[in-house]
């Protein structure tokens, strides 16, 4: 079963990239990874998804190396309201669609 | 559409009390989960269902109980209340399993004395 650790947290400048790692060892070549948002008070909300390689969306970049042990996302350009914590989520089909959660990344963005 | 609701947002119990917390979904989703979430420790998944009349075991099932009597309606129940069950609850949705986004509501804080 995958263990899903991400850095507790990270600071960064308006205007910078952000990369955020989540290592997660044995998940299988299938299983997806997840990112998800959340603000305080608020639920998680989805971010971008993927299982290879690299995928982009309108707001981020998932990378996911060949050997998926780890896979990171790109959040290009923050700003203010990019301070939130991020959270990766692992998906094994193998283990009974086990659903597992990083402990959370706490990002903030400094003017 | 309100996608993910949850009541109520707040509740005190004291211990051994029971309680009812109701999650409801207007996207015809098949799946839904309840999580908890507690500080430093990310979200936990407690049980889900993967359709009307069926659910399952999450991670950290003991002391919680479940039904999906209802495709729209997914219910948590703590028989008796634990001061180690202070938590924020979470529900969220997803039209498919693992692999699908999930739609989470805006929680509920429940705390135990």
């Known amino acids: 079963l995958a263990k899903t650790t991400q850095p507790i947290s990270m600071d960064s400048y308006e205007g910078q990239e952000v990369n955020i790692t989540c290592s997660h060892n044995?998940?299988?070549?299938?299983?997806?990874i997840t990112w998800y948002q959340q603000f305080p008070s608020q639920g998680p909300r989805f971010i971008i998804q993927?299982?290879?390689t690299k995928v982009t969306n309108e707001v981020a970049s998932l990378f996911i190396p060949a050997d998926r042990k780890s896979s990171t996302l790109s959040l290009p350009r923050v700003s203010l309201s990019d301070t939130a914590v991020y959270y990766c989520?692992?998906?094994?089909?193998?283990?009974?669609?086990?659903?597992?959660f990083g402990g959370g990344t706490r990002v903030l963005v400094k003017p | 559409n309100a996608g993910v609701t949850q009541t109520p947002k707040f509740r005190v119990l004291k211990t051994g009390q029971s309680m009812t917390l109701l999650c409801a979904q207007d996207?015809?989703?098949?799946?839904m989960y309840w999580y908890r979430q507690d500080p430093g420790m990310g979200l936990r998944l407690i049980h889900y269902?993967?359709?009307?009349?069926?659910?399952a075991k999450g991670e950290v099932p003991d002391g919680y109980n479940v039904s999906r009597l209802k495709k729209q309606n997914f219910l948590l129940g703590l028989e008796s209340a634990a001061p180690s069950q202070t938590s924020v609850y979470f529900c969220a949705s997803s039209l498919n399993h693992y692999q699908e986004t999930q739609y989470f509501g805006p929680g509920t804080r429940l705390l135990v004395l």
């Open positions: 269902s993967v359709g009307e009349g069926t659910t």
């Open positions: 989520l692992v998906g094994e089909k193998a283990a009974g669609n086990k659903l597992t």
């Open positions: 996207m015809n989703h098949e799946y």
């Open positions: 993927g299982y290879k």
């Open positions: 044995n998940i299988a070549t299938n299983d997806y």
